[in-house]
């Protein structure tokens, strides 16, 4: 935020039948994001993802934006 490093992120990715499979995390000072999804690569991409928060501080989390 504002040109400051504030965390990690990562994210990998890879198709299989027809689907892409990923996984991102990210790291910050005030909370640690993970998400695992599919989504199909034809129709309507349908999509089934899972996200979790962990350590989340909103105080922080607006501190950093001001």
């Not at 990690?8 to 695992?36: P, Q």
Request: charge should be negative; proline fraction near 2%; aromatic fraction near 10%.
């Amino acid at each position: 935020m504002s040109g400051e490093p504030v965390g990690e992120f990562e994210f990998v990715a890879h198709t299989a039948n027809r689907s892409l499979v990923y996984d991102m995390t990210s790291r910050l000072e005030s909370t640690e994001l993970t998400v695992h999804g599919q989504t199909a690569l034809d129709g309507d991409y349908a999509t089934q993802a899972r996200l979790e928060f962990s350590r989340f501080n909103i105080d922080s989390l607006l501190k950093l934006a001001m």
